[in-house]
């Protein structure tokens, strides 16, 4: 099994922190949100990682190839990545996937590692995790589950009276997903329209053909995306100090 990590933004939302520095590469407690994510995806026993970037690019290849020279690394670019959305970006990776199974990461996501244990050990071969413990409005990607955990919608549009939770930001696909996958991204991308389409859109389209998907309930354990300020603040609080980042 491979990872993807898709770190492509300008996180425009946390400015002006990033205006001369990817958000990835962000510091939560001295640790920048992008090395914990790889220590703990290694310590899972991931060593083969695809990078989709694009702001800023050459910071992130530097810090991986310097603090990371064990990790077998691949970068990919989205030259695009002003004007196209998560979508696009995971579309890029399908060469260097190949015909693997694969964990994507949004690349702004500070974790515990007990997340990634779970999904990479849960029975689901497509599966989400989702967070049921937490307050739903419109920026999160919200999904509706039926009564065998099967994600039937999930997307920012979701009301949050129907939704089971939170889609974190990660994700385990399996091979023969992975390629139905890419070819439903590609069909996506070639109409400009759906160029600022998340990675959802795809999942949703797969769903509505009857692929699987599942949700992974990560509840109680430490997570938190990162946006804002204040979510920088949160990280600090809910993450630090923890043993997950040791």
Known sequence: MKAIILAAGVGS??????????KSLLKVGGNPILGMMISHIQDCG???????????QEQIKDYVKINFPD??????????????????????????????GFVKFDADVVF????????????????LCIDKNINLDAEEIKVIIDGQNKVIKTSKTVDPKDAAGESIGIEKIDSETAKLLFAELK?????????QEYYEGAYERLIEKNVPFYALDISGLKWTEIDTKEDLITAQKILLPSSCFQ
């Open 13 to 22: 939302r946390i400015g002006p922190l990033t205006d001369n520095c990817p």
């Open 46 to 56: 991931i060593n083969e990682i695809i990078f989709v970037l694009g702001y800023l």
């Open 71 to 100: 990790l077998s690394a691949y970068f990919v670019t989205n030259d695009k990545y002003a004007e196209t959305n998560t979508g696009f970006s995971l579309m890029l990776a399908k060469e260097l996937i190949k015909d693997s």
């Open 112 to 127: 515990d590692k007990e997340i990634l244990k779970k999904l990479i050990e849960c029975e689901y071969t497509n599966c």
């Open 187 to 195: 069909i996506m991308m070639k109409d400009r329209q759906n160029h």
